[in-house]
C-alpha cells in the first residue's frame, strides 16, 4: 500500500490568498499532481506553506528543480521533499535512524554505545576552525549548517541593495521592502548578464546608428527679443506717468471701493486700512508724491 508521504514535496513561503487550487496550477507543469493543499489556521487564514503529492518520484524531483529558489509575488519559494513518516506502532529502520545524530554523544553523555539508534557523529573541528554540524547532509545542503556553507555561503558575496532575507525565503515585505527582490546568482552570472547587454547594445547600435545630436543651447543666454517688441525702461528708472494720469487712476480706485461698500457715507474719506490692504492704491500714491 502507497503511503501517504510518497512523492510529496513541501512548498514554504507561499504568498497570502494563493488557494490550494493555486498551488495545484503552479506544480502542474512538473508531472501528475494528486492532491494539492494549502494549509490553513484555526479561522482559515493561510499559514505560507502547502504540500503537493506527485505521481511518480522524478515527477516530484522536477517540481522540486523548477520551483525551489524561484520568485512568487515577491516571495521566494523553498521547495523541498518531505521526509516519510513511521507508521503508527512501526519502528524505524536502521538506515533511517542512523540518518539523525546523537546530541547525547555530541556532548559527551550517551552511554549507549552500539545499541544506541542514533547516528554518533564526531564534531570535530573543521578546516575553518570551527565546529561541524551535527545536523545529517540532507539538512546541512538546505542552510544553516557548518561554517562557509548554507546561509552564510548564500550570503558570501551578495550586494548590498539586494534583500538577505529574500534570497533565504524569509522576507515577508513584498513591495514595501527598501532592498532589491532578485535572486542573487553570483558575482560571474551578473558579469556575464551584464556583458550580454553590452554585446547586445553594440549589435543594436551597428545595425541602427543613433541620430546625431544637435549641440547643447549655451548656457544662460539670453531669451530671443522679437522685432517689434517694446523697449523696457532700464532697471533704475522708472516710467514717465503724469501726475494728472495717477490721480485719476487713484479716483478710479476709490469709486470701486465705493460702489463696493455702499454703506459708507459719502462725505467721509476712504479708511486707512483700506488703502493698506491695496497695495497698488498705496503705490500711486508714493509715486504721486514724488511728482509733485
Not at 32 to 59: M, Q, T, Y
Not at 218 to 234: D, H, L
Amino acid at each position: 500500500m502507497p503511503d501517504q508521504d510518497d512523492n510529496k514535496i513541501i512548498v514554504v513561503g507561499l504568498p497570502p490568498g494563493l488557494k490550494s487550487d493555486d498551488l495545484s496550477k503552479l506544480c502542474a507543469p512538473s508531472g501528475k499532481v494528486l492532491n494539492a493543499n494549502v494549509v490553513v489556521d484555526a479561522s482559515g487564514a493561510e499559514r505560507g506553506f502547502g504540500f503537493v503529492r506527485f505521481a511518480s518520484a522524478p515527477e516530484m524531483q522536477a517540481a522540486i528543480a523548477a520551483l525551489d529558489k524561484t520568485d512568487l509575488r515577491g516571495r521566494t519559494l523553498n521547495v523541498r521533499a518531505v521526509e516519510k513518516r513511521d507508521a503508527p506502532g512501526g519502528s524505524r529502520s536502521a538506515a533511517s535512524k542512523k540518518r539523525r545524530p546523537c546530541f547525547d554523544f555530541a556532548r559527551g553523555q550517551c552511554a549507549k554505545g552500539a545499541n544506541c539508534p542514533w547516528a554518533h557523529l564526531s564534531s570535530s573541528a573543521d578546516a575553518d576552525g570551527g565546529k561541524q554540524s551535527r545536523r545529517p547532509e540532507w539538512q546541512q545542503t538546505r542552510g544553516g549548517g557548518g561554517a562557509g556553507g548554507g546561509a552564510r555561503a548564500v550570503l558570501a558575496d551578495i550586494p548590498d541593495d539586494y534583500c538577505r532575507r529574500y534570497q533565504l525565503g524569509t522576507c515577508h515585505r513584498g513591495g514595501a521592502c527598501r532592498w532589491k527582490h532578485e535572486i542573487w546568482r553570483g558575482a560571474e552570472a551578473a558579469a556575464k548578464a551584464e556583458a550580454a547587454t553590452a554585446e547586445a547594445g553594440e549589435d543594436a547600435q551597428a545595425v541602427c546608428p543613433p541620430a546625431p545630436r544637435a549641440p547643447p543651447p549655451p548656457k544662460f543666454a539670453p531669451p530671443p527679443v522679437a522685432a517689434n517688441a517694446p523697449a523696457w525702461p532700464a532697471r533704475d528708472e522708472e516710467p514717465t506717468v503724469t501726475p494728472a494720469e495717477l490721480r485719476r487712476r487713484l479716483q478710479r480706485r476709490e469709486d470701486e471701493w465705493r460702489e463696493a461698500h455702499p454703506d459708507h457715507p459719502p462725505d467721509e474719506g476712504v479708511p486707512a486700512d483700506a488703502k493698506n490692504r491695496d497695495v497698488i492704491w498705496r503705490a500711486l500714491e508714493r509715486m504721486l508724491k514724488r511728482q509733485s
